[in-house]
């Protein structure tokens, strides 16, 4: 099977940044997608940031030029540097990963999960 463990989540100003990371071990997969999803309170989770094996990479309207999802393959983990947030990026963040490297940010597809960190902008 395969473990996802986020960390790096905090309380932050407006402005500030946050680098959450994403420790993936067990089974790996030659390709892969992985993505950053986030779920603030009385709100659907959504795709905020995926990576896949072909080093294409996908991001919401709403984070673009801000946020950078990154993954360093010799250390099995997988990065969301967050940069310029904003209140509204407050939310429960988690990191997600499949075998199906095609998947992007649909969000109900992927098949592992991690436990989640929390990001608050205030």
């Known amino acids: 099977d395969v473990q996802l463990v986020e960390s790096g989540g905090g309380s932050v100003q407006p402005g500030g940044s946050l680098r959450l990371s994403c420790v993936v071990s067990?089974?790996?997969?030659?390709?892969?997608?992985m993505a950053w999803f986030r779920q603030a309170p009385g709100n659907e989770r959504e795709g905020v940031a995926s990576a896949d094996t072909y080093g294409l990479t996908h991001y919401i309207d709403s984070v673009k030029g801000r946020f950078t999802i990154s993954l360093d393959n010799a250390k099995n983990t997988l990065f969301l540097q967050m940069n310029s947030l904003l209140p509204e990026d407050t939310a429960m963040y988690y990191c997600a990963a499949d075998s199906r490297w095609w998947l992007g940010l649909q969000t109900k597809s992927y098949t592992h999960w991690g436990q989640g960190t929390q990001v608050t902008v205030s």
């Open positions: 067990g089974n790996t997969y030659t390709k892969y997608s």
